[in-house]
């Protein structure tokens, strides 16, 4: 039961993202307008990168229309949701990072060493937002469990922000380039894999105390920043190759981070590990599957 003192925060945060949201939206409304008149690859992959954050924001469904969860059910959704994060940070992004390295021509060697360098920039970034977060006074005076517990899942949803923008860029170079079949593959493989991270984001908030509405709506701008990274992709798309492994890498680094310090450890804490290493196991096969079926 949140406290009465909690209550006015919650409502300036929510009041908080529904400005973004709709900043976001007339944002994304504005670079409708100038794309339009712009180049048919750009406007590809604003129609891709749209796709991806509609995407996300369908994942949020279950959790916008279900009343309450139990909390071995929240826990397993927990579970399920490090596993989808784990298979997407191997698939989606330090073999795409690796890969992308190559291809701006550095060896094998090099190649590794660059990922590697962006997943440390990743955890240390995510380590910059913990320390931020313990500095943080919205949650004065609350319980220091559940300080705990809330500062884990807004670093959770931190991540998966991150995570967005690199995947958001690499749509923009694939419409930029020369086979429009693969972009579209590629975009339509994002985007499915959406759907589970739009999910485990509202999940994540939800299972801390916020209302329904105010977690899908998080759920639903964490996937916002794929259209505008998509057509920055486009646009600038030599000076987005170069930048795409460090940031796929740094994205891996974030979500690795988070997975292993953060989520696992809260989906155990209410003595459920059984069922939420199950869930892992499971949550990483699907996104595994859904990132690999259409490679």
Sequence with gaps: MQSARAFPHNLRLALGAAICLAGALALLDDIVGEVQAFDGRVHGALMGGAMAALATALGTLPVLLSQKFSQRTYDGFLGFGAGVMLAATAFSLVMPAIAASK?????????????????????????????????????????????????????????????????????????????????????????????????VVALALRTVGYGRLFSCALGVASGLIEPVAAVSGAVLIEFARGLLPWGLALAAGAMLFVIVHDVVPESHRNGNSTSASCAVVFGFILMMVLDTALA
């Design 103 to 199: 291809g701006a021509g550095a060896g094998p060697f090099e190649a590794s060493l660059t990922v590697g360098g962006g997943i440390l920039l990743g955890m240390g970034l995510v380590l910059l937002l913990d320390r931020v977060a313990r500095h943080e006074t919205l949650l004065d005076g609350a319980d220091p469990a559940r300080s705990d517990s809330v500062k884990r899942a807004w670093l959770f949803v931190a991540a998966v922000a991150i995570h967005n923008l690199p995947e958001g860029l690499a749509i923009g170079v694939a419409y930029a380039g020369v086979d429009l079949a693969k972009a579209h593959s590629l975009a339509t493989g994002i985007s499915i894999q959406d759907v589970p991270e739009g999910l």
